[in-house]
């Protein structure tokens, strides 16, 4: 039996739904199993899901870190090099727990 495929978790802004589907089929397409935010806030012209709620939000952020726990390693998307808040607190709690952490755009 072959050893299990490599698990990474996506990270990044919401603003870039598109671009972090866009992550997640290129790297399923390359046999890697991976875990990314599961709910976009609605907003611009992607389809997206209804708003949330802040007590959502809390939820969804610690449900991400638990998502980090299970992956070998994080890809930010970062187009132009943005990296908010939310993912610079995900990118602190990798490293933290010495997950290796790269970008989509240089920083």
Do not use: W
Request: proline share 7%; glycine share 10%; charged share 25%.
């Amino acid at each position: 039996m072959p050893d299990r495929p490599e698990i990474v978790c996506i990270c990044g802004s919401t603003r870039f739904v598109d671009e972090m589907r866009a992550a997640n089929r290129d790297l399923t397409f390359a046999g890697v199993i991976v875990v990314a935010p599961g709910v976009f806030p609605r907003g611009g012209d992607h389809e997206a899901d209804e708003p949330i709620t802040d007590e959502q939000k809390t939820v969804l952020g610690a449900l991400h870190l638990r998502k980090i726990d299970l992956a070998d390693r994080v890809l930010v998307v970062n187009p132009g090099g943005y990296v908010g808040e939310s993912t610079s607190r995900e990118i602190a709690y990798a490293r933290a727990t010495g997950k290796p952490v790269s970008f989509t755009d240089p920083v």
